[in-house]
């Protein structure tokens, strides 16, 4: 391949480029804990995990649903997303185009994340 050909393909690539692909995990690392310290076993995406300790959530685009079966828990607990904050570079991202960098970022949810803290209400 000709220099031309690779200076052609990286410019593209980097063109179609978001900021919160470059910047940031496909994974959200969170605290999640009870309001009462309460140690209990949680399920998040299909995996099971006691807490308190940190979970792994993975960036889907989708609201995260935290369930549990303690009876001196809310069965659920609704982690909602929010945009990462390096998605909001794409604003300043004139080469690329603010457009097309925030649409590579949804594709591929890097533009989602997730409350550092997470706690489940228990009595």
Same mark, same amino acid.
């Given at each position: 391949m000709? $220099?031309?050909?690779?200076?052609? =393909?990286?410019?593209?690539?980097?063109?179609?480029?978001g +900021?919160?692909?470059m $910047?940031?995990?496909s /994974?959200k &690392?969170?605290? =999640?804990?009870?309001?009462?310290?309460?140690?209990? *076993?949680?399920?998040?995406?299909? =995996?099971?995990?006691? @807490?308190? %300790? /940190?979970?792994?959530?993975?960036?889907?685009?989708?609201? *995260?649903? @935290?369930?549990?079966?303690?009876?001196? +828990?809310? *069965? /659920?607990?609704?982690?909602?997303?929010?945009?990462?904050? %390096?998605?909001? #570079? !794409? #604003?300043?991202? #004139?080469?690329?185009?603010? &457009?097309t960098? $925030? &649409?590579?970022? %949804?594709? !591929? %949810? *890097?533009?989602?994340?997730?409350?550092?803290?997470?706690? &489940?209400? +228990?009595?």
């Amino acid at each position: 391949m000709s $220099f031309k050909k690779v200076v052609a =393909v990286m410019g593209a690539a980097t063109l179609m480029t978001g +900021c919160a692909t470059m $910047f940031t995990d496909s /994974t959200k &690392i969170s605290n =999640v804990s009870t309001s009462t310290g309460k140690e209990i *076993k949680i399920k998040v995406d299909g =995996v099971y995990h006691n @807490i308190p %300790s /940190t979970v792994v959530l993975s960036k889907n685009g989708q609201d *995260k649903v @935290i369930e549990t079966d303690d009876p001196s +828990c809310e *069965k /659920t607990t609704v982690v909602e997303k929010e945009v990462e904050g %390096s998605a909001w #570079l !794409n #604003l300043f991202w #004139l080469p690329g185009g603010t &457009i097309t960098s $925030f &649409i590579v970022d %949804s594709a !591929n %949810s *890097k533009m989602w994340t997730y409350e550092d803290n997470v706690v &489940i209400v +228990c009595s």
